[in-house]
């Protein structure tokens, strides 16, 4: 037995030649002497289980060529007559016994059926990978090398793109192109991740496939799930908490759904009892009389209780729609302004193709009783005059005195398919307008600020609802919501409202007592009429300064003052050492991020910056083209819903 342990005091790359060599002589040396050496090396236990895998996969290729060379005939196939011998190439390593095993199971007709389903899947890949033998560690490696020394890890969704895009990176194939697009598009849910399995990300979900029982898909050779797919280990006390926590949100839910529900049915009947007049119409002719009417609101229940559009009412008794009789529990309203277009109708009119409520615009249409809530004309035409004016996309006026250097377009008042905890946080704001709300207390930790509590009323409650420009009180509460290891500086304090030299002592001693040398600190910044974010690295001097506008940093003068400002005086409080070439030599680094294509996202993309910072961002450095999973023109409509989802979930878990 000779193991390779000589010379050890040697220098490491010296030793490791000085052993091969001399194995290799001693196995030339037993050759010529036709003698078995044996050699043993002493593995290290973190690489283990790699070689055993590799070790598994040469012996697989082994067992296949085997079966390749003499067990087959020239067109592939299985031959009637396989030999019983073991080949003589390799008689002194394959026993009788093993060979005969080895062949009887590669003849076995279920082998072959399976082999066979295996190579016709394999040739006929949905997703075919184009990176030749490239594996997708060093393909990994190329995007690290290419991205720059920034970048340590490549999301799996990016590698399994980048492993099936041609020479000139464009994905060909149409069954590729839509995963990435559900890649780029897939948002989760705080409350959706806690409840999934911990298999999951982008690509899992986007595939919509299982992950396979030994490997991961799109990950070098040798991951596992353990690795890659880590688990936390809650405390049999966490666990209880937790459960304890989704059981009485449950409840809560449900009660808050049933008390909507019953309010609902006896606020409709009651207004259909008080407007029941007694004009006919006639003929129930299709086109919109100037009788009495009753301005109403039309909702649908399913998936949720939802605002669609609004009406009048033409509660006529024995009237008719289209030449037929309503249907029982039903009346005939007109439909004026369609919040959701894309809606069908409960009862659609087949005869004339009407089959959504943006088609119904016009026209008569059969409503159910305990979907229909009737309003007084003057609320009706406000929120008529509300919806058309094309103004509402500038940041309201009590938040701004001044306007944004771009072209603006009108917002939507209410955002479609108003998502699940938004209608549930605004059916629980109309059953309820007038109860106030316990304010949100934010740790220390985020703010460095002692009893720092956010009140929350309607008004805040509304600009997440309705899709409106967000303020700093509601900036502060997702922040709570989102908070890790990062430390914050909060939106009040940063406001331009207050004095610039207030602004920079505030900070400055909040840097002082909390001791943020060793963390990276976030800002959201209101310059006035507009969001902007920052992130501090305060030990290696730099800012990196992300705007949803990208307006260049030097046309920010009085924020660069600002924070040059308090970085040096935080510096000098310190006592800190700095050579005179580096006294003023704060770094500002602009971020390539997603750009705002209207005049009121700003506080959303804001909150979406901060999210991927803390989730994404590991030595507090920020790539100058932003997180390679992250990046795009500007963000969907789905990554704001999850802003708005997000915050109205952290509301209901902390008020309600």
Not at 16 to 41: P, Q
Not at 309 to 331: E, Q, W
Not at 356 to 375: K, S
Request: charged share 25%; with cysteine.
């Amino acid at each position: 037995m000779a193991s390779p342990s000589e010379d050890d005091n040697l220098p490491l790359e010296e030793a490791k030649w000085k052993k091969g060599v001399v194995i290799m002589k001693k196995i030339i040396r037993a050759r010529s002497e036709g003698k078995k050496l044996d050699l043993t090396f002493n593995l290290d236990t973190s690489r283990k289980n790699y070689v055993f895998k590799e070790a598994g996969k040469l012996l697989r290729n082994f067992r296949t060529n085997l079966a390749n060379n003499y067990l087959k005939d020239e067109n592939g196939n299985y031959i009637e007559n396989p030999p019983t011998q073991p080949p003589e190439n390799y008689a002194s390593m394959i026993s009788e016994d093993i060979w005969r095993e080895f062949v009887a199971k590669r003849m076995d007709t279920s082998f072959q059926e399976k082999s066979l389903k295996n190579k016709e899947r394999a040739s006929h890949s949905k997703y075919p990978n184009r990176g030749s033998r490239k594996e997708y560690a060093r393909l990994e490696q190329q995007m690290i090398k290419e991205l720059g020394s920034n970048v340590s890890n490549i999301p799996r969704q990016e590698l399994w793109k980048h492993a099936r895009v041609n020479k000139a990176g464009e994905i060909e194939n149409e069954e590729v192109q839509q995963v990435w697009d559900k890649c780029v598009s897939h948002i989760f849910s705080y409350y959706i991740c806690v409840s999934c399995d911990n298999k999951c990300d982008m690509l899992y979900y986007s595939l919509c496939v299982p992950e396979y029982p030994c490997r991961v898909r799109a990950t070098r050779f040798g991951v596992t799930h353990k690795y890659f797919f880590p688990r936390k280990h809650y405390t049999q006390q966490e666990h209880d908490t937790l459960t304890t926590q989704m059981k009485d949100m449950v409840q809560r839910m449900a009660r808050i759904e049933n008390e909507i529900n019953s309010l609902q049915k006896k606020d409709t009947s009651n207004n259909i009892e008080e407007h029941d007049i007694g004009v006919n119409s006639g003929q129930g002719s299709c086109t919109i009389s100037s009788n009495r009417v009753s301005s109403c609101k039309l909702f649908v229940s399913s998936p949720l209780l939802c605002l669609v559009a609004h009406g009048k009412l033409h509660n006529v008794k024995g009237d008719t729609l289209h030449g037929r009789s309503l249907p029982n529990g039903h009346v005939k309203v007109s439909v004026d302004i369609a919040i959701e277009p894309n809606v069908s109708l409960l009862i659609p009119n087949v005869d004339d193709d009407i089959m959504t409520i943006g088609q119904a615009i016009g026209t008569f249409v059969a409503w159910p009783i305990n979907l229909l809530q009737v309003v007084d004309l003057d609320s009706t035409l406000s929120e008529k005059k509300r919806i058309n004016n094309t103004n509402e996309s500038v940041e309201p006026k009590r938040k701004c005195q001044g306007k944004m250097a771009i072209q603006h377009t009108p917002r939507k008042v209410i955002h479609p398919n108003l998502p699940q905890w938004c209608n549930y946080l605004s059916s629980y704001m109309k059953l309820k307008p007038t109860e106030s709300f316990s304010p949100i207390e934010i740790e220390k930790d985020i703010f460095g600020l002692d009893e720092h509590k956010e009140i929350v009323n309607a008004e805040i409650i509304e600009e997440v609802i309705d899709y409106a420009w967000l303020g700093a009180t509601t900036i502060s509460i997702y922040i709570g919501q989102i908070y890790k290891e990062f430390f914050f500086l909060s939106p009040q304090i940063t406001t331009n409202e207050l004095p610039m030299k207030e602004r920079m002592q505030k900070i400055v001693s909040i840097f002082l007592n909390n001791g943020v040398i060793d963390k990276f600190v976030l800002a959201p910044i209101n310059t006035g009429q507009h969001w902007i974010l920052i992130e501090i690295n305060l030990k290696m001097e730099i800012i990196y300064y992300l705007d949803p506008l990208a307006k260049d940093i030097n046309m920010r003068q009085d924020l660069k003052k600002l924070f040059d400002m308090i970085i040096e005086t935080y510096r000098a409080q310190r006592g800190s050492k700095v050579s005179k070439s580096k006294l003023s030599n704060i770094k500002w680094t602009p971020i390539k991020c997603p750009k705002q294509s209207n005049g009121h996202d700003c506080g959303y993309y804001i909150c979406c910056y901060m999210k991927e910072i803390v989730t994404y961002c590991e030595v507090g450095t920020i790539p100058i083209d932003y997180f390679p999973s992250c990046r795009c023109q500007q963000y969907s409509d789905n990554q704001i819903i999850e802003v708005r989802e997000d915050w109205c979930f952290y509301l209901i878990s902390k008020c309600l």
